[in-house]
């Protein structure tokens, strides 16, 4: 069946530091990955999009990287800031696939 | 723009009893999404409609009903509530367009049921 992996420990980082955050996959072909952020009590945000033949996609400080052959997406955020604490899903899609979530990780970024 | 918008915000019910969900989106996106979140566990889908007149089962579905009431409009409803339903229910559309399902999502109703 279909997996989606996000290490479920949450990520604690300092301030100005890159963090990343990854994303693996088995037994699943997708055409594009996604990345949201998620604040507490509210619904996720879409971020970026990046699709298969896609190596990396940047926007502003968050560049993502999806390996097909190693099954692996990265997300990093550079010069991170304590506003950028939050809980971060990838999903995976395309073809006749709804968009599949992993469970998140949640990233806490220290001042 | 309001965007996905969802009511109610909160709820209680006791077992047994029923209600509905309602979600509305201003976006004119054909493809709207039904979404229950509970810790550890992720983004589970219940329901999706691809566009105004279908709907098809998601990962989840068992205890919900689903109405497409119009392009704007897709409505989650409880018939008999129990416990294990117990969840953050998120709503979500997207313009159908393979190959770039952004989904953009309301800020969801929190269900207790006790």
């Known amino acids: 069946s279909q997996k989606i992996e996000q290490n479920s420990e949450a990520l604690n980082i300092q301030e100005g530091k890159t963090a990343t955050l990854t994303c693996n996959y088995t037994n699943y072909s997708p055409a594009y990955l996604q990345w949201y952020r998620q604040d507490p009590g509210r619904g996720p945000v879409f971020l970026l999009l990046i699709r298969e033949n896609e190596k990396e996609k940047r926007k502003e400080r968050l560049k993502v990287t999806f390996d097909t052959t190693l099954k692996q997406s990265l997300f990093h955020i550079t010069a991170s800031q304590p506003a950028d604490s939050a809980t971060y899903l990838c999903?995976?899609?395309?073809?006749?696939?709804?968009?599949?979530f992993g469970r998140g990780t949640s990233l806490i970024v220290h001042p | 723009n309001a965007g996905v918008t969802q009511t109610p915000k909160f709820q209680v019910l006791k077992t047994g009893q029923s209600m509905t969900l309602q979600c509305a989106q201003d976006?004119?996106?054909?493809?709207m999404y039904w979404y229950r979140q509970d810790p550890g566990m992720g983004l589970r889908l219940i329901y999706y409609?691809?566009?105004?007149?279908?709907?098809d089962k998601g990962e989840v579905p068992n205890g919900y009903n689903v109405s497409r009431l119009n392009k704007r409009e897709f409505s989650l409803r409880l018939e008999s509530a129990a416990p294990s339903q117990t969840s953050v229910y998120f709503c979500?559309?997207?313009?159908?367009?393979?190959?770039?399902?952004?989904?953009?999502f309301g800020p969801g109703t929190r269900l207790l049921v006790l």
């Open positions: 979500a559309s997207s313009e159908l367009n393979r190959g770039q399902e952004t989904q953009y």
């Open positions: 999903a995976l899609g395309g073809g006749s696939y709804i968009p599949t």
């Open positions: 976006m004119n996106h054909n493809s």
């Open positions: 409609s691809a566009s105004e007149g279908t709907t």
